[in-house]
């Protein structure tokens, strides 16, 4: 599905979800644990980690989040993106797992960890928050992942809107209809139909920032 507008990507309450847990809003951070712990997980799988450690290095992940947030600056349209932040974190957890038990990730060998161990001291003398050109390429983050991440957002604003909000969002963005038709279909006027549709989308923005 695409989720796609014509609408400009970038919000000035695109950063809202990290507003509210900044806040110290308990459903806010519910919300955003939510939405990225499985994109933490795949990466930690990618690096060779079995479910169990993964879960022990999500779980630092996220304590690492709760301590530091107030350091990240949202950047629109740059590198310093929260994902791009997020998975600068999840890379030093990763090399301090493996440093910590002295093994080579599953692939690569002792090269690949010799590797990991650079970036891990760049990383510590690199302002946190920023992410380089280089660094931000090298998230291992796939359309799928992406895709999956925009589910999760969508899922939790569902249960934040009316049914009806929701129904015309769907038919036109999901499945793509006509919005004359959807407007007829829901007994709306077709100005409704638009408003509800760029209603979600700014919730999705601000749901996921500029991811």
């Not at 690199?126 to 992942?145: F, M, N, V, Y």
Request: aromatic share 6%; net charge neutral; glycine share 6%.
């Amino acid at each position: 599905m695409s989720l796609h507008s014509n609408e400009p990507s970038e919000s000035l309450t695109s950063a809202s979800l990290l507003v509210r847990v900044r806040d110290r809003s308990s459903d806010a951070w519910a919300e955003l644990v939510d939405l990225y712990a499985p994109l933490v997980a795949n990466w930690c799988r990618r690096r060779g980690l079995k479910e169990a450690d993964a879960a022990d290095v999500i779980q630092e992940v996220f304590l690492n989040v709760a301590n530091s947030l107030h350091r990240f600056e949202h950047r629109p349209g740059q590198a310093g993106s929260f994902r791009s932040w997020l998975w600068l974190i999840t890379r030093r957890r990763i090399v301090d797992w493996f440093r910590a038990r002295g093994e080579c990730p599953a692939v690569g060998g002792s090269s690949h960890l010799e590797r990991l161990n650079a970036q891990h001291r760049g990383l510590n003398d690199a302002q946190d928050g920023i992410a380089s050109d280089e660094e931000a390429l090298d998230e291992p983050t796939s359309a799928l992942d992406l895709d999956e991440l925009k589910r999760r957002a969508l899922q939790q604003i569902e249960g934040k809107v009316a049914p009806q909000t929701w129904q015309a969002f769907w038919r036109c963005v999901v499945d793509g209809q006509p919005t004359e038709r959807v407007a007829e279909e829901l007994g709306l006027s077709a100005a409704s139909v638009r408003q509800a549709r760029s209603r979600i989308l700014r919730r999705l923005r601000e749901q996921l920032g500029d991811c």
